[in-house]
């Protein structure tokens, strides 16, 4: 059995952020898992039972201006809000279990906010898990990153186009474009901030990044490419490092449901191995 309490703390400048945490009778060790642009902390319930199943608390919980976490929809001030925000978490998390090792996994966007917190907290986790990593800036963002577009037009919304690239299985597609909580547009701020701004923060300072890490993404990604954790896995500083490319899978590579057990049990083998 597990036990489960939902929740909201105040963040660094007072937004409440939505948590969850998932916690075994037989804990040996903690997952905090950071969320993709638009989606949230719902839709890791699979991967947080799996956890859960073998030992692992988990602490899941919306990004700002996502799910039923306060601030304006899809939008963020600066990149490092994000950073900021997973750092209350896994500070409550620290203080709650403190003779345990703490993880953090980070898809997507949530990838991204993993590394950059990564390079910004170099001694607060055993290590961390990189999924489909948004850490190389992407042509599609052009437009929004000529002339500083997205700091002259901050609120301008952008629609949530994302799902039918999403994975495999038209179930998930059509959870996810039916579910009240995953964003239909974000704004061109966020969009700047992470993917532009955020991604060259990355670039400059990837060569701090020393955490052990396990780095995998979708061979047919077409939201963020495999070269992006190609990259990561080149360039980063840490010694302890495994890149995985999973054939055939898309973006969200937790709902192939042919492949996603194969994979929640390579996550859970590197973590066993290092506590």
């Given at each position: 059995?597990?036990?489960?309490?939902?929740?909201?703390?105040?963040?660094?400048?007072?937004?409440?952020?939505?948590?969850?945490?998932?916690?075994?009778?037989?804990?040996?060790?903690?997952?905090?898992?950071?969320?993709?642009?638009?989606?949230?902390?719902?839709?890791?319930?699979?991967?947080?039972?799996?956890?859960?199943?073998?030992?692992?608390?988990?602490?899941?919980?919306?990004?700002?201006?996502?799910?039923?976490?306060?601030?304006?929809?899809?939008?963020?001030?600066?990149?490092?809000?994000?950073?900021?925000?997973?750092?209350?978490?896994?500070?409550?998390?620290?203080?709650?279990?403190?003779?345990?090792?703490?993880?953090?996994?980070?898809?997507?966007?949530?990838?991204?906010?993993?590394?950059?917190?990564?390079?910004?907290?170099?001694?607060?986790?055993?290590?961390?898990?990189?999924?489909?990593?948004a850490v190389?800036?992407?042509?599609?963002?052009?437009?929004?990153?000529?002339?500083?577009?997205?700091?002259?037009?901050?609120?301008?919304?952008?629609?949530?186009?994302?799902?039918?690239?999403?994975?495999?299985?038209?179930?998930?597609?059509?959870?996810?474009?039916?579910?009240?909580?995953?964003?239909?547009?974000?704004?061109?701020?966020?969009?700047?901030?992470?993917?532009?701004?955020?991604?060259?923060?990355?670039?400059?300072?990837?060569?701090?990044?020393?955490?052990?890490?396990?780095?995998i993404h979708?061979?047919?990604?077409?939201?963020?490419?495999?070269?992006?954790?190609?990259?990561?896995?080149?360039?980063?500083?840490?010694?302890?490092?495994?890149?995985?490319?999973?054939?055939?899978?898309?973006?969200?590579?937790?709902?192939?449901?042919?492949?996603?057990?194969?994979?929640?049990n390579d996550?859970?083998?590197?973590?066993?191995?290092?506590?």
């Open positions: 059995m597990s036990m489960h309490l939902e929740n909201k703390i105040k963040s660094f400048d007072g937004i409440e952020m939505f948590y969850t945490k998932d916690i075994p009778d037989k804990v040996k060790g903690i997952v905090v898992i950071v969320h993709g642009l638009c989606e949230h902390l719902g839709r890791y319930d699979y991967f947080t039972k799996k956890l859960n199943e073998v030992g692992y608390g988990v602490y899941r919980f919306d990004n700002r201006g996502h799910g039923k976490s306060e601030g304006e929809r899809g939008y963020v001030d600066s990149f490092e809000d994000f950073f900021e925000d997973a750092n209350r978490i896994v500070d409550m998390a620290k203080e709650e279990n403190e003779s345990l090792p703490i993880f953090m996994f980070g898809h997507s966007m949530g990838g991204f906010i993993t590394t950059g917190y990564g390079i910004k907290y170099p001694t607060k986790l055993r290590g961390q898990i990189l999924s489909g990593a190389m800036e992407m042509p599609i963002f052009d437009d929004i990153k000529k002339d500083s577009y997205f700091e002259k037009f901050p609120m301008e919304k952008v629609p949530n186009s994302l799902s039918k690239l999403l994975c495999r299985d038209e179930d998930i597609v059509k959870q996810y474009d039916e579910d009240p909580l995953v964003l239909e547009e974000t704004t061109v701020k966020l969009l700047g901030e992470a993917f532009i701004k955020g991604a060259s923060f990355i670039n400059k300072n990837v060569s701090e990044y020393n955490y052990p890490s396990l780095i979708g061979e047919e990604d077409k939201i963020v490419i495999p070269e992006a954790s190609k990259w990561l896995f080149s360039n980063i500083k840490s010694t302890d490092k495994t890149l995985k490319i999973y054939h055939r899978c898309y973006h969200e590579i937790l709902n192939e449901k042919e492949e996603r057990d194969d994979i929640i996550i859970i083998r590197w973590i066993d191995n290092r506590i």
